[in-house]
């Protein structure tokens, strides 16, 4: 899958970072990418979200963004209350990372990070990034952090905790969602000036899943298979998650 990014060159974030050219990123052009990138060390991809539950659309577009930009790990980072999500019941934290863990075992880039669910307070994306690029130099080393974000949720950056911190902390990978808009370099020019070289848009995968869906799915006591890995589907039954879910009036 390619990627197509807007502007200049993606700069990388230190002295040890590595810049988009060699990732085989092509920018501002056609987006087409020679393939897979080899693996950047210590090139770290977060995918935040409320992973209630986690599904297959979560992990297709961590592992797209991996292969692509050639980073060494991608961390899940399942929140602990969700910022933009303060009037539906979310389900404790232990079960969305058991949940977690239990999808991503098989796939020894994927991590899980337990940072925002053992945080008090809402999770904001910016402190997470901060932390994260603290421990990395606490270490000894420089932080290379790639936030992946699908586009409908990119478009709410200029909404966030200080966007400007958190574009200074991390470039973003922006990954489209079939049926939603998408925005490019018109609307970033409009809403984040300057942000083009921190910010790359892939071109798929295009997948119309939600957990949203997943939930209506087993209320409806409709099938999840092939939506949600086999073992979160033996997960869900046996704690009987999701058997009510608000709202439910449009397809399962
Ligand atoms: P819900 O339906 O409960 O709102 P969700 O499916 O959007 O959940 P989140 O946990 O909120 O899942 O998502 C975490 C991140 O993954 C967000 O950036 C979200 O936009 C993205 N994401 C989730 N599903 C897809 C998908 N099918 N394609 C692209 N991005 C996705």
Redesign the pocket.
């Given at each position: 899958m390619g990627t197509a990014a807007v502007g200049g060159p993606v700069t990388p974030l230190g002295a040890g970072g590595s810049a988009p050219g060699d990732r085989g990123v092509s920018l501002g052009d056609t987006g087409r990418t020679g393939g897979p990138h080899p693996v950047v060390l210590g090139a770290t991809g977060l995918?935040?979200?409320?992973?209630?539950p986690?599904?297959v659309?979560?992990l297709?577009?961590a592992e797209e963004v991996r292969e692509t930009l050639g980073l060494e790990r991608v961390l899940f980072v399942?929140?602990g209350i969700?910022p933009h999500?303060p009037d539906?019941p979310i389900t404790p934290a232990p079960h969305r990372v058991a949940m977690i863990e239990l999808a991503i075992a098989g796939n020894p880039a994927f991590e899980l990070s337990r940072l925002e669910v053992d945080r008090a307070g809402p999770s904001y994306a910016v402190d997470t990034l901060e932390l994260l690029a603290s421990d990395v130099r606490a270490r000894g080393g420089e932080p290379d952090l790639t936030f992946?974000?699908?586009?409908?949720?990119?478009v709410e950056l200029p909404t966030w905790r200080d966007p400007a911190r958190l574009l200074s902390l991390c470039r973003m990978a922006v990954?489209?969602?079939?049926g939603r808009g998408s925005p490019g370099a018109a609307w970033l020019d409009a809403h984040i000036p300057g942000s083009h070289e921190r910010v790359i848009f892939l071109d798929g995968?295009?997948?119309?899943?939600?957990?949203?869906?997943?939930?209506r799915r087993v209320a409806a006591g409709r099938s999840i298979r092939y939506l949600v890995p086999d073992a979160v589907i033996a997960y869900i039954a046996d704690h009987a998650l999701y058997r009510t879910e608000p709202g439910r009036t449009d397809r399962p």
């Open positions: 995918l935040g979200g409320t992973f209630d986690i599904h659309g979560h297709m577009i399942p929140a969700p999500k539906r992946i974000v699908s586009a409908e949720a990119f990954v489209p969602r079939a995968p295009n997948l119309d899943l939600s957990a949203t869906r997943i939930r």
